[in-house]
């Protein structure tokens, strides 16, 4: 039985905190050539849970960390990494309820995913690229929430 759901609004450019579903968590980063990952501790971090999604005109987004200088998001071997050089514009698909998916470009349908919701036995958890579901559900482990922290102007809230 599938739920009727609102609609999620189109993601525009600006300053976001991205939260998985599964978890709550906000994803994060510490250093470049690291993963992004999501954390069991639920400190505020400030900049280094900040992404700006920068619209492209082919389509997608470059996303792009506040902490770190040159801090755009790649893959390397399926896993989001801060890499500086080679970033990649991701597919930011609306579902409903708030709720996005995050598409690697290109046809393999490859979307951020986490293993499993981190946990005091396993604190950091990879964000990594994967299949998609083949019936379209997705699972919330593959959902997102895109927070946004900034107004049209630049101004934050």
Same mark, same amino acid.
């Given at each position: 039985?599938? #739920?009727?759901?609102?609609? =999620? !609004?189109? $993601?525009?450019?600006?300053?976001?905190? &991205?939260?998985?579903?599964?978890?709550? =968590?906000?994803?994060?980063?510490?250093?470049?050539?690291? %993963? &992004?990952? $999501?954390?069991?501790?639920?400190?505020? #971090?400030?900049?280094?849970?900040?992404?700006?999604?920068?619209?492209?005109?082919?389509?997608?987004?470059?996303?792009? =960390?506040? *902490? #770190?200088?040159? @801090?755009?998001? *790649?893959?390397?071997?399926?896993?989001?990494?801060?890499?500086? @050089?080679? %970033?990649?514009?991701?597919?930011?698909? %609306?579902?409903?309820?708030?709720?996005?998916?995050?598409?690697? !470009?290109?046809? +393999? @349908? $490859?979307?951020?995913? &986490?293993?499993? /919701? %981190?946990?005091?036995?396993? !604190?950091?958890?990879?964000?990594? $690229? *994967? /299949?998609?579901?083949? +019936?379209?559900?997705?699972? /919330?482990?593959? #959902?997102?929430?895109?927070?946004?922290? +900034?107004?049209?102007? *630049?101004?934050?809230?």
């Amino acid at each position: 039985m599938s #739920l009727s759901r609102t609609r =999620s !609004p189109k $993601l525009v450019s600006g300053v976001y905190r &991205i939260i998985s579903e599964a978890s709550h =968590s906000t994803v994060r980063v510490h250093q470049h050539g690291k %993963p &992004i990952l $999501l954390s069991h501790r639920y400190e505020l #971090l400030g900049v280094f849970e900040q992404w700006e999604l920068t619209e492209q005109e082919k389509g997608g987004f470059l996303i792009r =960390s506040m *902490g #770190l200088t040159l @801090g755009q998001v *790649g893959a390397e071997n399926d896993v989001m990494i801060i890499n500086g @050089g080679n %970033p990649i514009a991701f597919i930011v698909e %609306p579902l409903g309820d708030g709720l996005y998916t995050v598409k690697a !470009p290109g046809d +393999d @349908g $490859l979307y951020w995913n &986490i293993s499993q /919701p %981190p946990t005091r036995q396993l !604190p950091e958890v990879h964000v990594k $690229l *994967g /299949p998609g579901a083949a +019936d379209g559900e997705f699972e /919330p482990t593959q #959902l997102w929430r895109f927070e946004r922290l +900034d107004d049209d102007s *630049g101004a934050y809230f």
